[in-house]
């Protein structure tokens, strides 16, 4: 071996070395954080090929420190239940893609259709889910609303109340956060990094920062700061290599050819989920609460923009798949598990002329609000969603509504009752054209402002959604008959032990009923103390994925 080989060899045994003590040092803060230990073949057999002693013997080292943190916490934790929510998932791609965790779910337990409900958008959906009780009853009926307009208790409320911990992983309508006996990181709407404990807030922080391309907050930490932070956190290494990875391509491709949108939006969604993911398990490991949840969202997201590109949405699925195995790995034989969408998917409504436009929000809400009264507009597809702060403007919302005609003095909207303070609206005369945008009106003001030709979306919510419960009691090998929206939550409080409400109207599936069933369980509301944060919602996140404007 050559002086100037000896050298090099030592060079790069000394910066392995180097590396695997950081690796060390990281893994005394995350037990989960090196998920790289194989490597360590790696480094053993570089070590027969050196033949300089020093370099040897710095390899070796390097090998063996390796090898220490390469080893993730085994046991299982003591969760008696855990929730995971997979926004927009359908048995339509599942089965076709007969992904093997979803596919253990099916055969070590039961698997049902959840039939969805009207109107079909998420925070209204999972309130639903969490709560056992509709729109008109939570007070949930748009997207700009905070948990503290939640006016029912959900399922971890009651838990929490019977003496349970609880940890809360991005659950819609879930900020501001609470001080629980668990973990609180609330879900994309947050406008506002807050979590509890406040040492994972770098999740949060890293979301809404420019680095995932949200919402453009300023970061309160630098980079290795923010790094180090995800790391106590429990981000794992390959996530951290992933990271890394996407940001040399972004910047080698963005000085050449730039990167397709498609590609950006799914390494974006899929490297967050992966974050989503260490972060979730490492806090069920610290935490240990008895009942845990954690929501997927990238089958809904990259469905509305590319159901019509099949390996896209399949990856967020195979993603969700994945994550599925990993938190199904860390429960005990005693725990439950239970997995659940708030709706299901499909190909966007109408062909040709009627499917290539997209429905506006921002000038109708503010016509309604000046007309009527506050409202919240929100966007599905074809569909618009309207939900009213005050109830009592129900009836005037929807004759204003149904007033508002075109050029030709038809009516532009069919309007759809929803339940109490909620109206559905599609256009009567979907065919949108070029030269009818530049002529029609709507109300004596342009179309333009309503609505606006894209192909965009390919994608929409449809009402068949899925359901799967597995572990102790749970029958194996059952396709049940379709459940209700409304059963979930008498479901999951029935997997705790616990009993129902009067006032929810679904049955618990799967687990016996608690009975004699409670008369209110709103009472514990009076009882939750919620951490500061800001007001709003994070609008930014709504117009990524094309709910409003």
């Known amino acids: 071996m050559s002086r100037s080989t000896r050298w090099l ?58 090898a220490v943190t390469g080893f993730s916490p085994s046991g299982p934790v003591s969760a008696k239940v855990v929730v995971f929510g997979v926004d927009g998932a359908t048995f339509d791609v599942i089965d076709r893609l007969a992904l093997p965790n979803f596919a253990a779910l099916a055969r070590d337990g039961t698997r049902a259709t959840l039939t969805s409900m009207e109107p079909m958008f998420s925070p209204l959906l999972w309130t639903s889910l969490a709560s056992g009780r ?55 709407l947050a406008p506002g990094p807050e979590t509890w404990p406040a040492s ?33 956190a429990g981000v794992r290494l390959s996530t951290l290599a992933r990271a890394a990875a996407w940001s040399v391509e972004e910047r080698v491709s963005g000085a050449t050819v730039g990167i397709a949108p498609a590609r950006a939006n799914l390494a974006m969604q899929t490297l967050r989920g992966r974050i989503d993911r260490d972060v979730f398990v490492a806090q069920l490991h610290v935490h240990d609460p008895a009942l845990a949840t954690f929501t997927y969202y990238a089958t809904d997201g990259l469905a509305h923009l590319y159901w019509d590109q099949p390996a896209i949405v399949e990856a967020a699925y195979r993603q969700a798949d994945a994550i599925l195995g990993d938190i199904r790995g860390q429960l005990g034989p005693d725990a439950r598990l239970i997995v659940v969408s708030d709706h299901g998917f499909k190909a966007m409504d109408g062909t040709g002329l009627a499917g290539q436009f997209a429905p506006l929000t921002e000038r109708l809400r503010a016509r309604l609000a000046a007309e009527v009264g506050p409202a919240d507009v929100a966007k599905v597809g074809h569909k618009l969603s309207v ?39 599609t256009l009567a005369d979907e065919q949108i054209t070029a030269e009818r945008l530049a002529r029609d009106t709507v109300g004596g003001e342009a179309l333009t402002d309503y609505v606006k030709l894209t192909d965009a979306y390919t994608g929409t919510h449809e009402a068949r959604g899925v359901f799967y419960a597995v572990g102790a009691g749970v029958p194996a090998g059952v396709a049940a008959p379709p459940m209700a929206m409304l059963d979930v939550a008498p479901t999951i409080l029935a997997a705790l032990g616990l009993p129902a409400s009067v006032e929810m109207s679904g049955a618990a599936a799967i687990f016996p009923e608690v009975t004699p069933r409670v008369a209110d369980w709103d009472g514990v509301l009076a009882h939750l103390e919620w951490l500061g944060g800001e007001a709003g919602q994070n609008d930014e996140a709504l117009k990524a994925l094309g709910y409003i404007e």
Not at 37 to 65: E, H, K, N, Q
Not at 387 to 397: E, F, I, S, T, W
């Open 200 to 232: 994972l807030s770098y999740v949060k922080e890293l979301e809404l920062s420019k680095r995932l391309r949200r919402k453009q907050v300023a970061a309160t930490h630098s980079t290795p700061a923010l790094v180090w932070g995800l790391v106590g």
């Open 134 to 188: 509709p729109p008109a009853e939570h007070g949930v009926r748009g997207f700009h609303v905070q948990a503290t307009d939640c006016e029912v208790a959900r399922f971890w409320d009651i838990a929490e109340d019977r003496g349970m911990s609880v940890g809360l992983y991005k659950w819609l309508v879930d900020y501001p956060p609470r001080k629980v006996d668990g973990f609180w990181v609330p879900s994309w």
């Open 387 to 425: 939900g009213l702060a005050d109830v009592a403007d129900q009836p005037r919302a929807a004759a204003w509504l149904a007033a508002l005609v075109d050029a030709a003095g038809a009516p532009v909207y069919r309007v759809e009752d929803l339940g109490p303070g909620s109206l559905g609206l």
């Open 9 to 66: 060899a030592r060079a790069l045994a000394a910066l392995a070395l180097v590396v695997s003590v950081a690796v060390l040092v990281a893994d005394r803060v995350n037990p989960f954080f090196n998920d790289l230990g194989p490597l360590m073949f790696l480094g053993a057999a570089a070590t027969w090929f050196l033949r300089d002693r020093v370099a040897r013997v710095l390899t070796l080292s390097a090998t063996v420190i390796w």
